[in-house]
């Protein structure tokens, strides 16, 4: 590109907070909550074919759309209560080899609460939908907002500031993540399937540790308005009926009753890995579609 022109290829967001360029062209770009925007909410942004650009929600943009309903506008991956992340920052890809297992995966930032999440996600029906959960190291003391992995020594670097709405009030900061080779217990892969949700660990997890009593899910939906964000409605438990491990004990399938699409969800889990260490977090994720 020469400068010498600009074309729009997205609208209907709010604050977009950095964007992360997918090799194919596409790219993930977070939002934040407000007016019709009814919680924070990671997009992956397609070029429409008809050449008219795809719409993400925000009545307010600059943009032609006049229609208010939730099917005029492309869906999230996954959408973000505050909660769990109250104002999520840019995304980028693991493109580094020490970073093990996790080579190959989208991370995203937090300015709200200072913190990296992991983003599994897949496509199912053409759109993308999957969700977060935070990495298990110490919060940041500043919004951290940008990040590189270094391609000499393969660390991610970090940079940030606090400025408003935020819980990690320090001024700024630079900072490196390393990989230090330790296991990371962490679901790198997630599906959505007729019957329940599917989680693929980093390694392998022990059989005895699996019980249905240390394993929780819940939904709930939102409202998109003109009004800002929304609260939680019709939020309830599902049952876990069931749940057990691949033959080679990294993949987790729960069996969940009465389990429909959603926009929000929150899966607890509190496992052993088949070294006898802990595996335990909070996924926060949006089911569209099943793949089965």
Not at 21 to 29: I, S
Not at 229 to 249: I, P, Q
Request: proline share 6%; net charge negative; glycine share 10%.
């Amino acid at each position: 590109a020469d400068g010498s022109k600009t074309e729009i290829l997205a609208n209907g967001f709010r604050a977009a907070n950095g964007v992360c360029l997918n090799p194919d062209g596409t790219f993930v770009v977070t939002d934040q909550e407000g007016f019709w925007n009814p919680k924070n909410r990671i997009n992956w942004v397609t070029l429409s074919d008809s050449g008219k650009p795809n719409f993400y929600g925000n009545m307010l943009g600059y943009h032609d759309v006049d229609d208010e309903s939730d099917s005029a506008m492309v869906q999230p991956l996954c959408w973000i209560t505050n909660a769990f992340d109250r104002s999520p920052a840019e995304l980028l890809w693991v493109d580094s080899p020490k970073w093990g297992p996790l080579h190959g995966s989208l991370l995203n930032l937090s300015y709200g609460y200072g913190k990296v999440f992991l983003v599994p996600h897949e496509k199912v029906d053409g759109a993308m939908q999957g969700g977060m959960i935070e990495l298990p190291i110490p919060s940041f003391p500043t919004g951290v907002m940008r990040g590189r992995f270094h391609p000499g020594d393969g660390h991610l670097y970090l940079c940030g500031m606090f400025a408003w709405a935020g819980n990690a009030t320090h001024p700024g900061g630079l900072y490196r993540l390393r990989a230090t080779g330790a296991s990371m217990h962490l679901p790198v892969e997630l599906r959505a399937t007729k019957s329940g949700m599917k989680l693929t660990f980093t390694e392998a997890l022990d059989p005895a540790s699996v019980d249905i009593k240390k394993l929780q899910v819940k939904t709930w939906s939102l409202k998109r308005t003109a009004n800002y964000g929304s609260n939680h409605y019709d939020e309830k438990s599902l049952e876990v009926r069931g749940a057990k491990l691949s033959a080679d004990s990294k993949t987790l399938s729960l069996d969940i009753a009465d389990l429909q699409p959603t926009w929000c969800m929150e899966i607890q889990f509190a496992l052993r890995s088949a070294t006898g260490e802990p595996v335990q977090g909070t996924i926060h994720n949006t089911i569209h579609a099943f793949t089965d």
